[in-house]
Antibody, heavy 118, light 107 residues
Framework: EVQLVESGGGLVQPGGSLRLSCAAS????????MTWVRQAPGKGLEWVAS????????YYVDSVKGRFTLSRDNAKNSLYLQINSLRAEDTAVYYC???????????WGQGTLVTVSS | DIQMTQSPSSVSASVGDRVTITCRAS??????LAWYQQKPGKAPKLLIY???SLQSGVPSRFSGSGSGTDFTLTISSLQPEDFATYYC?????????FGQGTKVDIK
């Protein structure tokens, strides 16, 4: 059974940092692109970033470029999102998802809540 | 970036109704479109990929069509468990943008 479990969310002050993690199991992690999608409270879905199977290619939405860094450790079946210089508008549930290029995200974690507030 | 526009933003329907949701891309995306269902407090669920391919395990009352810039999600006979919010997403080029969502609620 495919499982994705996010962790690392929490309350952080504006300008602060967090590192989100996603632990994957039930599939060959190294064979899949992975994606982070976020959802602000009461709002729609926003694609944040995707990373290629071997980590060689990464793509980000413009609003997080230079502040968010996506990485993965295939030996540990783990995906990471380092988020710096946090802003109030980054407050959201962050979902980790398995991605199929040009197709969509077929498995999702339960999400981890990031709240940016003083 | 490619903008995705869904309509309507919300629809009220009854069990057994046929429901159609449309999604328009700001530029051509071939058939690289996915549809998701999301229920409150839950992660999204992939329903349709490549515009018309049904994801494994998804009931056949869900169908997708379209190519280029105009796409449609149809629920042929609405069931109680289908009341949810639906999103389209283009997977043609990064950033993979979502539509704003369509909420299907009980009439």
């Amino acid at each position: 059974e495919v499982q994705l479990v996010e962790s690392g969310g929490g309350l952080v002050q504006p300008g602060g940092s967090l590192r989100l993690s996603c632990a994957a199991s039930g599939f060959t992690f190294s064979r899949y692109w992975m994606t982070w999608v976020r959802q602000a409270p009461g709002k729609g879905l926003e694609w944040v970033a995707s990373i290629q199977e071997d980590g060689s290619a990464k793509y980000y939405v413009d609003s997080v470029k230079g502040r968010f860094t996506l990485s993965r450790d295939n030996a540990k079946n783990s995906l990471y999102l380092q988020i710096n210089s946090l802003r109030a508008e980054d407050t959201a549930v962050y979902y980790c998802a398995r991605a199929m290029p040009a197709t969509g995200e077929d498995y999702w974690g339960q999400g981890t809540l990031v709240t940016v507030s003083s | 970036d490619i903008q995705m526009t869904q309509s309507p933003s919300s629809v009220s329907a009854s069990v057994g109704d046929r429901v159609t949701i449309t999604c328009r891309a700001s530029q051509g995306i071939s058939s690289w479109l996915a549809w998701y269902q999301q229920k409150p407090g839950k992660a999204p669920k992939l329903l349709i990929y490549a515009a018309s391919s049904l994801q494994s395990g998804v009931p056949s009352r869900f169908s997708g069509s379209g190519s280029g810039t105009d796409f449609t999600l149809t629920i042929s006979s609405l069931q109680p468990e289908d009341f949810a919010t639906y999103y389209c997403q283009q997977a043609n080029s990064f950033p993979y943008t979502f539509g704003q969502g369509t909420k299907v609620d009980i009439k």
